[in-house]
């Protein structure tokens, strides 16, 4: 039972899929596994505890260069919703609009950078605070990438009939927007000397956040499957999900005082904050829970995840009847992840597993064991 982060693998959460197109995809099928399993998430989400399991599809294509290519991302997702269908579960998969980490920032006038085979970048920075502040900004939907992102959504909708569960694109928290296109060397010196201007930045981006958000949720309508990318999600959930992960780089009491209120501004404008960061965020995760109108946090629990994962300890006592949803990503085989569910699971829990078996056999196995623990 090892646990080590494989850092050959270009992605350690990733699925090797075959694409499909439209008219190769089964849509009705797919839309009635979906449906059903949403039952169970909707059980699960009106419960005070229980356990999910999510045997996430994420294909490394969609999340690099074919990204930009919506027609090659639509034909990947399909390969990769179908494949999923093999893999016993109780959370269905989802499509993602997705462009990268720039989405909010193009409202401030930044592009994107395209390096083959790779992510796009954010091109840019403002040397503080006070001149981001001072500079103009549009709303996201009147950016390039931002009318790219809403074509894409009605295009996924269009060719899938809008039967099939769609999450908004990747989003960004405040914090996170904010520490990409604002130099770094200043940044973290303008919570302690700039605290003002820190503060109006993260609600104002908060605001784009807001009305870029709104925007899709308009378009995808009852496709809409939350909190989002990154996260294990459903129709009958609630919440949107945004990437924190610059809270590693503050104390407890500044990402409290400076970087929270923003992102659950940003939170209740969709039912409630959903939280995730990479790396080791334990030491703030009583901060997390303590979030107003919080619905869900997510981390990793195994170095094959994450070089940097969370420890396990203290995560049961911390989420246990407070309602909040636990979205624990491990990659690892069923020894690994059965150790890491006991070390996580505490009578109380509401606690979503996510899982990434090489085969349904495997898959099957684990199922069949975390729902055994978490009776």
Not at 244 to 250: A, N
Request: glycine share 8%.
């Amino acid at each position: 039972m090892k646990d080590e982060f494989n850092s050959s693998l270009a992605d350690s959460q990733a699925t090797a899929v075959t694409p499909l197109t439209p008219e190769q995809f089964d849509t009705e099928a797919y839309a009635d596994y979906a449906a059903g399993l949403d039952a169970r998430c909707k059980a699960f989400w009106e419960a005070p505890s229980g356990v999910l399991v999510y045997r996430r599809m994420r294909v490394k294509e969609v999340f690099a260069g074919d990204c930009r290519d919506m027609e090659h991302s639509l034909h990947w997702q399909l390969g990769a919703l179908k494949q999923s269908m093999k893999f016993k579960a109780d959370i269905p998969n989802f499509l993602e609009p997705w462009y990268g980490l720039g989405t909010v920032a193009s409202a401030y006038g930044f592009g994107y950078i395209w390096e083959k085979d790779l992510a796009p970048a954010v091109d840019g920075k403002f040397a503080s605070t006070a001149e981001l502040l001072a500079a103009p900004c549009k709303p996201v939907a009147e950016t390039e990438i931002g009318r790219h992102t809403l074509d894409m959504v009605e295009y996924f909708l269009d060719k899938t009939k809008g039967r099939i569960p769609m999450s908004y694109c990747d989003v960004q928290s405040p914090l996170n927007t904010l520490s990409n296109i604002i130099d770094s060397n200043q940044f973290y010196m303008d919570f302690y000397l700039d605290p003002d201007s820190m503060k109006k930045a993260m609600d104002r981006t908060a605001d784009l956040l807001i009305d870029f958000t709104r925007a899709q949720q308009r378009l995808i309508g009852d496709a809409l499957a939350k909190p989002g990318h990154g996260f294990a999600s459903s129709r009958t959930f609630d919440g949107l999900g945004m990437s924190d992960d610059t809270i590693t780089m503050l104390s407890p009491d500044l990402y409290v005082d400076m970087a929270v209120p923003a992102m659950a501004k940003a939170g209740d404008a969709f039912g409630g904050t959903v939280f995730h960061s990479c790396g080791n965020w334990s030491d703030k995760k009583a901060d997390i829970v303590a979030i107003k109108n919080i619905r869900m946090a997510d981390g990793a629990f195994s170095k094959a995840t994450d070089p940097g994962a969370n420890p396990t300890e203290g995560f049961a006592d911390t989420f246990a009847g407070t309602g909040v949803v636990l979205n624990a990503r491990i990659v690892g085989d069923p020894e690994l992840v059965e150790s890491k569910v006991k070390e996580l699971w505490k009578s109380g829990m509401k606690l979503i597993v996510v899982t990434y078996c090489e085969t349904p056999e495997e898959q099957a196995e684990v199922y069949d064991r975390i729902h055994a623990i978490c009776r």
